[in-house]
């Protein structure tokens, strides 16, 4: 069957007029989100869906009722209980039939029926249906042989059947980039059981749409300039039964590309996968979360130069998604990540075929965005995960005591680090077919312009918790040698090579002698110097920018390694100042953040 057939075959049914699945009728044709509920002749055989999760008496009913002689062609949506009788169901649903016809045969200045009947029949039951609920009707016998009759139309009862309750497609869809629905909440159903069509037309009105696609993904062409698309979704479940077909349309039509992205250049060094069991590709990257880039104080300072709708999260969104498709790595450490981007387009792209990845969010106290980690199931086992807020647990952490002791005297100094959201975040994994374990770890300190002393200390209290967790997990998981476990430190550090993280971190000590310590004066620290046992190397070095914008550039990310863990194979060269510049500093129509991504190939030293 071709294209065009297809198409006709597929969507000649459709439902028009649902914009949600419950109760809301207010839509427009471009929104539209409708079932493939049947739309044929009055007596023909038809289905009212019925749903009611396990956790509540709630039950769903929808069906839609089509008399072309009565000029009625709508769905009917009801929310009733379980354990309500079925008489007072069909009242209700036989009310608001004859409401309905009143007004369309007013409408149509036609008589309307004389009597509605609204009933249940069956074969197999004996005794009055009616009488029972629908409880009792679940309980007893098999519901596919209960029939709900309207007038003359005969509905089969569907209990439970595969169900889209929710679905969204982007607002900006640009072409050369991959798109995709979120916020896909499949009932009584799986996401690898379902089956997604995508389609496009010049128009909205047009009843002939072209499939352009399967899959619930959809690399956007250059020839798809100026369509819409409808994306189409089957859901199914593992017992091969399948739901009424939802559909979704676009608002806004296939936008051209912004122009070549510094990106897609760094991607030709990030062709394929690694192959060797032992090389991990690392990826860090600041997405510059929505709520500051949305904020007024972004677009009227922060961003002045970057015009407001490349600031929007639906423009930033596929830029950021498809460059870090892109690098095909095996573990991504974010920061920044709004927790609706990562619930909704993140893990929507990244956990499914073909990627497979596994993400852990970890959000910055009660703040609504965080750090994350996503990886490759194919490569790696999770062993455990940990999330640290530092600010409330460094009083409170043994491991943090020493350290503590030495600061909380200073009463200034106490209550700022502990007022501090930041979050350590590490995931602990073991390289499949192999005995080399991974422990990630990934935050985002402090920004502020005088808390040198205070990023200091949160890597400081971050690095003896980093330690502890390694010490444990050779002992909870018979790790059989330190030299088996090394470890990789990702993040937005908001701390330039100059300061004392840099040497921390590079050469294990961090003297008490430091300008850092004395970067708030109320606030000094005295007597302390800090020291962490891992050797450990900056995949970049020191690099001249990974942030650029014009209030500050200079170099706050890495990827510290364990280089006596880890051989370093490659980076991936960082966009040049021209690029960076070209429209004023980033972000920008081609850069998505404020930051640029750090990827890194590193080699796991098995024989060291």
């Not at 943090?400 to 009463?411: P, R, T």
Request: glycine residues 4%; aromatic residues 10%.
């Amino acid at each position: 069957m071709g294209a065009k057939s297809l198409a006709v075959s597929l969507f000649k049914n459709i439902v028009r007029n649902s914009d949600t699945l419950l109760g809301n009728r207010a839509q427009t044709r471009a929104s539209l989100l409708s079932r493939f509920c049947g739309t044929s002749l009055a007596g023909k055989m038809e289905k009212v869906y019925l749903r009611n999760a396990s956790d509540t008496k709630e039950l769903d009913i929808v069906f839609r009722f089509v008399n072309e002689n009565l000029k009625i062609n709508r769905e009917f949506n009801f929310r009733r209980q379980m354990n309500e009788p079925i008489d007072a169901i069909l009242a209700r649903i036989q009310s608001n039939i004859i409401g309905r016809l009143a007004k369309s045969c007013k409408k149509a200045k036609i008589k309307p029926p004389a009597e509605i009947n609204v009933k249940l029949l069956s074969d197999n039951f004996d005794g009055k249906l009616n009488e029972l609920t629908f409880d009792d009707l679940v309980a007893t016998q098999d519901i596919s042989n209960v029939k709900l009759q309207v007038l003359d139309t005969v509905y089969d009862l569907v209990f439970n059947p595969p169900w889209i309750s929710s679905l969204k497609l982007p607002s900006c869809m640009l072409a050369g980039f991959v798109i995709y629905p979120t916020n896909v909440q499949i009932q009584f159903g799986e996401r690898q059981f379902s089956k997604g069509v995508w389609s496009k037309a010049k128009k909205l009105t047009d009843d002939d749409w072209e499939v352009c696609g399967e899959g619930f993904q959809y690399l956007v062409t250059p020839e798809d300039i100026g369509y819409h698309l409808k994306f189409v979704v089957t859901p199914g479940n593992a017992q091969g039964m399948t739901g009424p077909v939802v559909e979704k349309i676009t608002n806004s039509a296939v936008q051209e590309s912004p122009g070549p992205c510094p990106f897609q250049d760094r991607h030709r060094h990030t062709t394929n996968y690694l192959s060797e069991p032992n090389e991990i590709r690392v990826v860090s990257y600041n997405l510059l979360a929505d709520l500051y880039a949305s904020s007024d104080y972004a677009g009227s300072t922060l961003f002045s130069y970057c015009p407001a709708k490349y600031l929007q999260i639906d423009y930033r969104k596929p830029l950021f998604i498809n460059e870090i498709i892109g690098y095909n790595s095996d573990i991504l450490c974010l920061q920044e990540v709004d927790q609706r981007i990562f619930d909704f387009d993140l893990k929507e792209i990244l956990e499914q075929p073909p990627y497979n990845y596994h993400g852990i969010i970890a959000p910055k106290g009660k703040c609504a965005e965080g750090v994350a980690i996503f990886f490759r199931n194919s490569r790696f086992d999770l062993l455990d995960s940990q999330v640290l807020h530092l600010g409330s647990n460094i009083p409170v952490l043994p491991v943090f005591e020493s350290l503590w002791n030495k600061i909380k005297v200073n009463a200034q100094l106490a209550d700022r680090i502990c007022e501090r959201s930041t979050t350590l975040q590490t995931c602990l994994l073991r390289i499949k077919g192999t005995d080399s374990y991974v422990l990630v770890a990934n935050t985002h300190l402090y920004f502020h312009p005088d808390a040198d002393h205070i990023r200091l200390l949160q890597i400081g209290f971050s690095m003896l918790f980093v330690e502890q967790t390694i010490n444990k997990a050779i002992k909870d998981f018979n790790i059989s040698s330190h030299k088996n476990i090394g470890l990789i430190f990702c993040g937005d550090f908001n701390s330039v090579p100059e300061c004392g993280i840099y040497k921390l971190m590079t050469e294990q000590l961090a003297e008490k002698t430091l300008e850092d310590w004395r970067s708030n004066v109320e606030q000094a620290v005295s007597n302390v110097e800090l020291s962490q046992p891992f050797k450990m190397g900056s995949a970049y070095g020191a690099p001249e920018y990974t942030h650029y914008t014009t209030l500050f550039s200079g170099c706050l990310d890495y990827v510290f390694y364990q280089n006596d863990r880890f051989e370093l194979l490659k980076v991936v060269p960082l966009p040049t100042e021209e690029e960076l510049k070209a429209n004023t500093a980033i972000p920008s129509a081609v850069f998505p953040s404020d930051h640029v991504a750090l990827v890194a190939d590193l080699k796991f030293k098995t024989d060291s």
